[in-house]
């Protein structure tokens, strides 16, 4: 026993036994299936798939037919009429079909989140081509992950005792992202206020994301 799980030295069976290529309306939802999709991941999916096309397949179980993974894309795909997807076919019997639908997700979740290293790599993929080119939701996906995730990639570099170089960089020796990173400190209670404006706002514009709340904030208020 290794932390309460046992270890063996059998070989994994490998239970993938076909691949494809079939129309998504072909594919059978799988009725246990316990993940819900909102919006916004649905948006942000719909981009990734739009600016990369596809690099990973829907998992089938050959045995039911039901899907075991990738039911939002098979959806998206469909209300996109896509013509077909790229499947991978599993043999899997009832039980090993539900363990494997309750765990994919979960197990994925588990990793733990180098938010500095992310940082770098959104900042890094925004100065190429392949972002200029990219589609606008594609972007706006982009920058909100990096709205999210700068915060957190400052606090661990404070946390280490590291700081940002880029004042240390000549512009021949790193091109600069078009992603800026503007940050606000707030006590508690002044928080709140914001959050709960920033809501009322979100709600009343239809617009999501708190960088363009706070944008035509400032902007309105600029006259």
């Not at 046992?6 to 072909?26: A, F, H, L, M, Y």
């Not at 991978?88 to 363990?99: A, G, I, N, P, S």
């Not at 997700?105 to 990219?134: C, G, I, R």
């Not at 606008?136 to 995730?149: I, P, Q, R, T, W």
Request: charged share 25%; no cysteine.
């Amino acid at each position: 026993m290794t932390g309460g799980v046992s270890v063996t030295t059998e070989t994994w069976e490998n239970r993938i036994v076909g691949e494809g290529e079939v129309p998504p309306d072909q594919l059978l939802a799988n009725p246990e299936n316990w993940r819900i999709h909102p919006k916004e991941q649905q948006d942000a999916l719909e981009a990734m798939l739009g600016g990369l096309g596809w690099i990973q397949r829907i998992v089938v179980n050959q045995r039911s037919g039901h899907v075991v993974d990738g039911h939002l894309r098979a959806a998206l795909a469909i209300s996109r009429e896509q013509p077909t997807v790229p499947v991978l076919y599993v043999d899997l019997d009832d039980d090993q079909e539900r363990m494997a639908l309750a765990t994919l997700d979960p197990l994925s979740a588990m990793a733990v989140a180098d938010a500095t290293k992310f940082v770098e790599v959104l900042s890094t993929v925004a100065q190429t081509d392949y972002y200029t080119d990219l589609a606008e939701a594609g972007k706006v996906m982009l920058a909100d992950l990096l709205e999210a995730n700068a915060p957190l990639a400052y606090a661990e570099r404070e946390a280490s005792g590291a700081h940002y170089a880029e004042h240390d960089r000549t512009p021949s020796e790193e091109p600069r992202s078009p992603l800026r990173l503007v940050q606000l400190l707030y006590e508690d209670e002044e928080y709140d206020r914001f959050m709960a404006a920033v809501a009322t706002l979100q709600k009343a514009s239809g617009v999501t994301p708190i960088r363009g709340i706070v944008l035509a904030a400032v902007e309105r208020a600029a006259g």
